[in-house]
């Protein structure tokens, strides 16, 4: 059983940084697609990105946001930067073992955190 556990998420002003990370079961990282998602209220699910393989991201975050990875601690990081009001949501992490056709689709993944809130006061 994979398990996936989001931290770090906070209030912040427009224009700062938070780093959440997303502990996980020991053996996944580097073998399973990892994703981002985010969750604000009213909204449907969306990517923010994923790591299989090599990173990508949504073009809503490229440039801020950055995933990065520690298997030595079985963790991986969404370092987030220049936060914009519109970056408020609940963010989650996932991951799938399967063949990745999809990575930018929730139903890629098979197994998800809790997710942590990220609230950006303008």
């Known amino acids: 059983q994979v398990q996936l556990v989001e931290s770090g998420g906070g209030l912040v002003q427009a224009g700062g940084s938070l780093r959440l990370s997303c502990a996980v079961s020991?053996?996944?990282?580097?073998?399973?697609?990892m994703g981002w998602f985010r969750q604000a209220p009213g909204k449907e699910r969306e990517w923010v990105g994923t790591?299989?393989?090599?990173?990508s991201y949504s073009e809503s975050v490229r440039g801020r946001f950055t995933i990065s990875r520690d298997d030595m601690k079985n963790t991986m990081y969404l370092q987030m930067n220049s936060l914009k009001p519109e970056d408020t949501a609940i963010y989650y992490c996932?991951?799938?073992?399967?063949?990745?056709?999809?990575?930018?689709?929730?139903?890629?993944?098979?197994?998800w955190g809790r997710g942590t809130q990220v609230t950006v006061s303008g």
């Open positions: 020991e053996g996944v990282l580097g073998v399973y697609a």
């Open positions: 790591w299989y393989f090599s990173k």
């Open positions: 996932a991951a799938s073992g399967r063949v990745q056709t999809a990575p930018m689709s929730p139903q890629s993944y098979d197994y």
